[in-house]
């Protein structure tokens, strides 16, 4: 029976037929889940019906159940467990219990589960959306293979990849909290990040925040009206994003044949193009301010 639904079990007895048992060489496998995984494999072979593992109403015995099973080869088997506990984890904080479990309890630190905390806890510390951070730094300095996951993750993330959780606080508040009718955003520009980027965040910042008269001006001399913008559905407003120009009074006019089709131009692209950045510098300023900061090439 173990054959069928453990590939380990399958392969050993198959290179030795005579065998009576197989060994699994790791410290970290708990005899109570085994034998949940032994009962579960027992009772659905003398069973009518097919039935995954379920899942108990214990999370570290969730854990460990599923810890069990893919190192006895039977991974397939407890995918909705990983599934299950990854979406509570995006949800919120599991308990100190729980990601203990999940700490001592998973392969290794490829293993989903393990990857899912990592990436949880990393991004609430980025942005403090933790209410309690002295306990959480009491608890990593306990669990050192959580606190090098999270310390190594951090160390090569990029900055633009926490641009979500920027914008909604710098624009957002910026425009919350003011009476003017722009803002402006002085951009390092290092690299091609294209102003689709502004799309998701400016869709989560609360409603009414965005007036209709909004215009958002950058460093490279042009004004994005974000206002009307605003009122598109998101996937029409990804769109829109992605395909505007910033707008350069300065730019030559485009190259026209002699029945006015415009001609494809092979020089590279100027301050005419569609904004890029990676985002590593985002201030706000007044656009008093802004209209006196002198433009890029001047």
Not at 101 to 111: F, K, N, P
Request: charged content about 25%.
């Amino acid at each position: 029976m173990l054959m069928a639904v453990s590939l380990k079990a399958r392969e050993r007895f198959t290179k030795s037929p005579y065998a009576a048992f197989f060994d699994i060489p790791e410290s970290t496998i708990d005899i109570n889940a085994v034998k949940y995984v032994l009962d579960w494999v027992q009772a659905m072979f003398t069973s009518r019906h097919v039935f995954s593992i379920k899942l108990t109403n214990d999370d570290v015995l969730n854990v460990k159940i599923r810890n069990a099973a893919i190192l006895m080869g039977m991974k397939r088997y407890v995918a909705h467990f990983t599934r299950q506990y990854c979406d509570r984890i995006r949800e919120g904080f599991p308990t100190f219990d729980t990601m203990i479990a999940i700490e001592e309890h998973t392969v290794d630190d490829e293993d989903k589960l393990f990857v899912c905390l990592v990436h949880n806890l990393a991004h609430a510390r980025r942005i403090n959306r933790n209410s309690t951070p002295e306990a959480m730094e009491k608890f990593l300095a306990k669990h050192a293979r959580l606190r090098h996951a999270i310390d190594k993750l951090d160390a090569t993330r990029e900055p633009h990849e926490w641009i979500g959780h920027s914008l909604r606080k710098n624009i957002g508040g910026s425009l919350m909290s003011r009476s003017r009718t722009s803002i402006h955003l002085n951009i390092t520009q290092t690299a091609d990040r294209g102003l689709n980027t502004l799309a998701g965040p400016l869709m989560n910042l609360p409603r009414g925040t965005v007036r209709s008269n909004d215009t958002l001006t950058t460093d490279r001399g042009g004004n994005i009206p974000i206002g009307p913008l605003m009122s598109l559905p998101r996937g029409r407003l990804h769109h829109r994003l992605r395909s505007s120009k910033v707008k350069n009074d300065d730019a030559p006019a485009p190259k026209r044949s002699a029945d006015g089709r415009r001609k494809k131009s092979r020089e590279p692209a100027s301050d005419n193009r569609m904004l890029s950045a990676n985002w590593r510098s985002l201030n706000i300023v007044s656009a008093e301010d802004a209209a006196n900061m002198p433009r890029r090439g001047a």
